[in-house]
């Protein structure tokens, strides 16, 4: 496959210098080689997402475990939590009670505490993962009395229609749960990152209080199809 590296390392820093500083930009990786990853991370981008356990094994078996910040942004599935607890410095997608004893008990068998985003489905759409609006102050306060876990803040998707004023009201209503779980009471839980924004929303989402933007399409360019494991050359 052909690898534009000129101008993956042109989007990289035109995004960087528009996202205001603290802000962090997410390099979503998914359907990227290592080489397109090496190539955000050496024009400046701090943080890899990755939405599967496998593909980050091969991107950090090709790159190094220490060459960027890892975050799991995909849905994370209870039998991969072992694995997902070495591989990721943040995993953004916890949505369930079950899933966070999943990720406590992995991380406590290594010894080690994970930083973990709540994700809220703030579009409400029943295919989509993350807790409804209503049950993440409850989802946060069982979380937070598991000892190897961390909630250091929430992610969202939001709608998946382009409709801006639908975006904007998700996104405003996934801050003001931040802002409130930030000033509750009795909570170990410390909430710093607030996960939303991607190629499309980014600039809707910082307007709206996000702290961390995931951005594939608009830093690699579209995403090719795959079919029979081959990139489709275009
Ligand atoms: C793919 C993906 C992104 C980035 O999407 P783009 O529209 O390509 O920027 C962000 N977040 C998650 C969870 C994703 O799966």
Redesign the pocket.
């Known amino acids: 496959m052909c690898v534009d590296r000129a101008a993956i390392a042109e989007r990289a820093r035109e995004i960087l210098s528009v996202v205001p500083p603290g802000v962090t930009v997410v390099a979503?990786a998914?359907t990227r080689t290592p080489d397109e990853i090496r190539v955000a991370l050496t024009a400046g981008i701090r943080a890899v997402?990755e939405?599967y356990v496998q593909e980050a094994e091969a991107a950090q078996a090709a790159l190094g475990r220490s060459v960027a910040q890892w975050h799991l942004?995909?849905h994370l599935q209870r039998n991969k939590a072992k694995a997902a607890v070495r591989l990721f410095d943040l995993i953004q997608t916890i949505d369930s009670e079950r899933l966070g004893d999943a990720v406590d008990g992995a991380s406590r068998a290594i010894g080690r505490i994970t930083p973990v985003l709540v994700e809220v489905n703030s579009a409400r759409e029943a295919q989509k993962s993350g807790a409804v609006p209503e049950d993440i102050a409850d989802l946060v306060r069982a979380l937070d009395r598991l000892e190897a876990i961390r909630v250091v803040g929430l992610m969202t998707?939001g709608p998946a229609a382009s409709d801006p004023e639908a975006l904007r009201s998700a996104f405003r209503e996934t801050r003001r749960l931040f802002e409130a779980l930030r000033e509750a009471p009795c909570l170990r839980a410390k909430m710093e990152v607030l996960s939303m924004g991607?190629?499309?929303s980014y600039r809707v989402a910082i307007e709206e209080g996000s702290t961390m933007v995931?951005?594939?399409?608009?830093l690699f360019g579209p995403?090719q199809v795959r079919s029979a494991g081959q990139e489709v050359e275009t």
């Not at 995931?214 to 608009?218: A, K, P, S, V």
């Open positions: 979503a998914k997402g939405n942004i995909g998707l991607m190629s499309d995931r951005i594939g399409t608009t995403r």
